[in-house]
């Protein structure tokens, strides 16, 4: 990623609109996730983020595009969740634990990453520092996932500074610092 995610969510809408022309709703229903997604992490309007995921929640229903479905309602509940927002009853939505045992039941693993990062993410924004380094450990590192490592790599890294700051045992504060200057060199 040589841009920053904010210049990405320009171009999403034309190709999404693109996809929705030609009859290629796979690919359009996945740009609008990415751009859910995107918005939701660079920290855009949450309302705005989940009016555009129950969009994309019904659009997946009507064109039968379930490939992701659970991924976007981790965004969506995500919202909810820093929003205190309450969505009507025909968005089906379903907890963050509630999709991780979705994940796990159907072998989903790009659903377990993308709801394990979510947790994390609110857990980083809660500044429970702690949970973020226990989630930290679910949530795989691939090469293939560039997003979610940078996410994951920021949030570990600012958590792991903040808890040797907090930490009175000086052991502890040196494996925190350790592991928050390794997030930094990455």
């Not at 969506?76 to 994940?103: M, N």
């Not at 795989?140 to 009175?168: E, M, W, Y």
Request: glycine share 4%; hydrophobic share 40%.
């Amino acid at each position: 990623i040589n841009e920053p995610f904010q210049s990405c969510l320009e171009s999403i809408p034309s190709l999404y609109k693109s996809g929705m022309i030609v009859g290629d709703f796979q690919s359009a229903l996945n740009c609008r996730r990415q751009y859910c997604n995107i918005a939701f992490y660079i920290g855009s309007n949450l309302r705005s983020v989940s009016n555009a995921s129950v969009i994309l929640l019904q659009q997946m229903r009507k064109y039968k595009q379930s490939m992701a479905i659970h991924r976007t309602m981790s965004t969506l509940e995500a919202c909810r969740i820093l929003s205190g927002e309450v969505f009507d009853d025909h968005t089906a939505l379903k907890s963050l634990d509630e999709l991780l045992v979705i994940g796990k039941e159907t072998k989903d693993s790009v659903t377990l990453v993308k709801v394990s990062l979510d947790q994390m993410y609110i857990s980083f924004l809660f500044r429970d520092y702690a949970a973020v380094i226990n989630i930290e450990e679910t949530v795989p590192h691939s090469p293939h996932r560039r997003v979610q490592n940078i996410i994951k790599i920021f949030c570990v890294g600012i958590a792991s500074l903040s808890l040797a700051r907090s930490d009175t045992d000086s052991l502890k504060q040196h494996v925190w610092r350790s592991k928050g200057e390794e997030a930094l060199r990455q």
